[in-house]
């Protein structure tokens, strides 16, 4: 089985600061991550992922994301957060090890609220 | 820019009737995927196609949706007859899976069903 938990539903932080979506996840094997973002009426889009390789990941509009095995976690960061980086957040895992019937497992969500 | 494309982008009807939410995959990919979205059940994965063929649709209630690729070009979910609990907003999303590693989703706008 695969499950991915994302511990807050929402996250607010001031426009400038560091911001940090946080992630776990649970596979059988070793994990396929991604995280997409959500504006408000839209469909989600894809921000980054992990394959394998270098644990810190970067992905478009400056976020990047870094993979602990030994914490299962992928949490996702940005150096200075953007007004327009508010919107919802959804973290995403496959189990590697799937003999490829099934498709990605998504968290419920976080919502980021950056003030200005 | 290719995208995926949904219509209707809103549809209310009234119980009872018969609800059809058409997708358009990009072009060249192989895998589409129907989700559901609520506020109390977040995203859901409804059904699951590669190269047309249904993978999993275990989260959909076979009693009144069913889901079917009729070509490449075109995938439908259809609700028979409709109920109040089925409002939400339904995404398409589809992908090019190549390999377990390729699993990067692109999803549509979403077509919001209000079922009265």
């Known amino acids: 089985a695969q499950s991915v938990a994302q511990p807050e539903d929402q996250v607010n932080v001031a426009e400038g600061n560091p911001l940090t979506v946080k992630c776990t996840y649970s596979?059988?094997?070793?994990?396929?991550l991604f995280w997409y973002v959500q504006y408000p009426n839209r469909g989600l889009q894809f921000l980054l992922k992990y394959i394998t390789g270098d644990n810190l990941v970067k992905g478009s509009y400056g976020f990047e994301a870094e993979f602990n095995k030994s914490q299962t976690s992928f949490h996702l960061k940005k150096p200075s957060a953007l007004v327009s980086d508010s919107a919802l957040y959804f973290c995403a895992v496959r189990d590697r090890g799937d003999t490829g019937r099934r498709a990605l497992t998504f968290g419920s969500g976080t919502r980021l609220q950056v003030q200005p | 820019d290719a995208r995926v494309t949904q219509t209707p982008r809103h549809k209310v009807t009234e119980m009872g009737q018969e609800v059809t939410m058409r997708c358009q995959p990009i072009l060249g990919h192989n895998t589409v995927f129907w989700y559901r979205q609520t506020m109390m059940q977040g995203l859901e994965l409804l059904a699951y196609?590669?190269?047309?063929?249904?993978?999993?649709d275990s989260g959909m209630p076979k009693d009144r949706f069913s889901a079917e690729m009729p070509d490449a070009t075109l995938a439908t979910l259809k609700i028979q007859p409709s109920e109040p609990r089925d409002s939400a907003v339904y995404f398409c999303?589809?992908?090019?899976?190549?390999?377990?590693?390729?699993?990067?989703?692109?999803f549509g706008p979403g077509t919001r069903l209000t079922v009265t």
């Open positions: 196609f590669r190269n047309r063929a249904p993978l999993d």
């Open positions: 596979v059988s094997g070793n994990p396929y």
């Open positions: 999303a589809s992908g090019l899976v190549l390999s377990p590693k390729s699993y990067e989703q692109y």
